[in-house]
């Protein structure tokens, strides 16, 4: 039972332009939502994370956007660059499940010069 | 400010083997987590360990355990080791409270053979 989908294993974006990565969810219960960038060799980093009671979220280049009734979030990256490139998980908290996390399957983004 | 820290890097066990994984959180943080990535797939939630106590724990079979030290950092423990097992083992540490995100390890890459 898969609670968080990253439907798009995989997106290429030329540098400059915008990235838009989605993610979906089917638990009403969650009531926090992450994302972290990953890159290989390394443990998943914290990029910007949003609560349900908020529609968007905005940290740079980095805009979250949360919409409840469609059980859906994205994550827009503006403008991208190479440094980008990696795998974003995107990541849900149940209010009554502590700290637990579940991901999704994960997007890998590549920012083409 | 050292942030999560996990040993061994890398790590190679026989089918039916015993292994041990250590982590030590982001100063402080009191809460640690344990995950599993497999290959492509997004990070899937072991247990995590707060005051010294498990409490919570994901769909993983009882060969899995852990530990929760005074100083807050944890150990990993894997039983009968599987073939299944193999994958990248994440420690991720937080502070207790809602809005917190979970800062991670880079993780420790276990094969079986």
């Known amino acids: 039972d898969q609670q968080v989908k990253q439907n798009s294993p995989s997106l290429s974006v030329q540098e400059g332009r915008i990235s838009i990565l989605n993610c979906d969810y089917t638990?009403?219960?969650?009531?926090?939502f992450l994302w972290y960038k990953k890159y290989p060799a390394e443990g998943p980093t914290f990029l910007i994370s949003?609560?349900?009671?908020?529609d968007k979220n905005e940290d740079g280049r980095f805009t979250v956007f949360l919409n409840k009734s469609a059980k859906h979030l994205s994550l827009h990256i503006v403008p991208s660059q190479p440094g980008d490139s990696a795998v974003y998980f995107c990541?849900?908290?149940?209010?009554?499940?502590?700290?637990?996390?579940?991901f999704g399957q994960g997007t890998e983004l590549s920012v083409k010069p | 400010d050292a942030g999560v820290t996990q040993s061994p890097t890398h790590l190679i066990k026989t089918r039916g083997q015993q292994v041990t994984l250590r982590c030590s959180p982001k100063s402080g943080h009191d809460t640690v987590s344990w995950y599993q990535q497999a290959l492509g797939q997004g990070p899937q939630f072991i247990f995590q360990y707060y005051e010294e106590e498990e409490r919570q724990r994901g769909n993983f079979p009882d060969r899995f355990s852990g530990h929760q030290f005074p100083n807050y950092s944890s150990e990993l423990n894997v039983n009968a080791l599987l073939l299944g097992d193999s994958a990248l083992y994440l420690c991720?540490?937080?502070?207790?409270?809602?809005?917190?995100?979970?800062?991670f390890g880079q993780g420790t890459r276990l094969t079986v053979v």
């Open positions: 949003i609560s349900s009671i908020k």
């Open positions: 991720a540490s937080s502070l207790e409270g809602a809005g917190t995100e979970a800062f």
């Open positions: 638990n009403s219960m969650f009531d926090y």
């Open positions: 990541a849900a908290r149940s209010w009554n499940q502590g700290g637990k996390l579940i």
